[in-house]
C-alpha cells in the first residue's frame, strides 16, 4: 500500500470516481445476494481483508473466498444498512448497521445463537493500477443501541 502522503496527493478525477462508485454500488449488489464469485470480481487480486480490532487477515482472492463464506454461514440472516459514505479517489469509506443471527463460527468465535447488531466502519481501499478494489479494511464498533 503506497503511503499515506501519496494517497493524499491523488487528484479528484470525477471519471475515475463514478469508476470507484460503480464498482462498490455491484460489490454492495453482490454482497446483497450473497455471490461470492460477484464480489471477487470486485477485488484485485492481491487484495487483503482485514479486521483490523482483532488482526485477522485474509489475503488474495483465495481469502476473500474465504472471508465471505465464513461470514454468510455465521450470518446466513445478516443484513448491512448504510449510513454513511465517503467515495474519494483513495476508495470507499463506508459506516454501516450489521444485523443478523450469529449461527456459526465468525474469526476465530464460536456461534452463539444470539442476534447481532453492530456498527461497522469499512474501508475499501482504491486500487488505480486494476481500477478494483485492495480489499477492506473492517473495524467491527459498538452495538447498537436499541430505543
Not at 69 to 88: C, K, M, Q, R, Y
Not at 117 to 138: N, T
Request: aromatic share 10%; net charge negative.
Amino acid at each position: 500500500m503506497s503511503t499515506i502522503q501519496a494517497r493524499l496527493a491523488r487528484g479528484f478525477d470525477p471519471v475515475e470516481l463514478r469508476r470507484i462508485k460503480r464498482l462498490w454500488v455491484r460489490h454492495s449488489i453482490a454482497e446483497d445476494r450473497r455471490d461470492i464469485e460477484g464480489l471477487v470480481a470486485t477485488l484485485a487480486p492481491d487484495c487483503v481483508y482485514e479486521l483490523v480490532t482483532t488482526g485477522q487477515r485474509w489475503e488474495g482472492h483465495a481469502g476473500a473466498r474465504a472471508f465471505y463464506s465464513e461470514l454468510f454461514a455465521a450470518f446466513p440472516d445478516n443484513a448491512f444498512d448504510l449510513t454513511e459514505i465517503v467515495i474519494g479517489p483513495q476508495g470507499v469509506f463506508e459506516v454501516a448497521r450489521l444485523t443478523g443471527t450469529n449461527l456459526g463460527p465468525w474469526a476465530g468465535a464460536p456461534p452463539s445463537g444470539l442476534a447481532v447488531d453492530l456498527e461497522v466502519l469499512i474501508l475499501f481501499p482504491w486500487d488505480p493500477a486494476s481500477d478494483l478494489f485492495a480489499g477492506e479494511r473492517i473495524w467491527i464498533g459498538r452495538p447498537v443501541p436499541t430505543p
